[in-house]
């Protein structure tokens, strides 16, 4: 049974860092990318930012580039998401979720298995 758990989320001043992190198990992780997506109040989930199985390949939303980094660690099972200069608009529920494939892709349906995501909140 495949589980990923989140960590990390809490409340942060605009301008401020955190780091997330989403323990896997139950899977080959060196196999499936990971993703992150988020869900803000009112709108629908999106997609954040993946990185392959290997960790040598990752995308990024285009509005986020530049602030968020998507990395993991194959010998803990972990992929991490650092995000840094943190907006008030970037408050939402952030998802880890396990990918069909090795290479990341954008859409929810590339995915299969998510965890219960952990909430985000930057204050202005």
């Known amino acids: 049974q495949v589980r990923l758990e989140e960590f990390g989320g809490g409340l942060v001043q605009a301008g401020g860092s955190l780091r997330l992190s989403c323990a896997a198990s139950?899977?080959?992780?060196?196999?499936?990318?990971m993703g992150w997506f988020r869900q803000a109040p009112g709108k629908e989930r999106e997609f954040v930012a993946g990185?392959?199985?290997?960790?040598?390949?990752?995308s990024y939303a285009d509005s986020l580039k530049g602030r968020f980094t998507i990395s993991r660690d194959n010998a803990k099972n972990t992929v991490y998401l650092q995000m840094d200069r943190l907006k008030p608009e970037d408050t939402a529920v952030y998802y880890c979720?396990?990918?069909?494939?090795?290479?990341?892709?954008?859409?929810?349906?590339?995915?299969?298995?998510w965890g219960q995501g952990t909430q985000v909140t930057v204050s202005s």
């Open positions: 979720a396990a990918g069909r494939f090795l290479w990341p892709v954008t859409v929810e349906g590339g995915y299969t298995n």
């Open positions: 990185v392959s199985g290997p960790g040598g390949s990752t």
């Open positions: 139950g899977l080959t992780f060196s196999s499936a990318a």
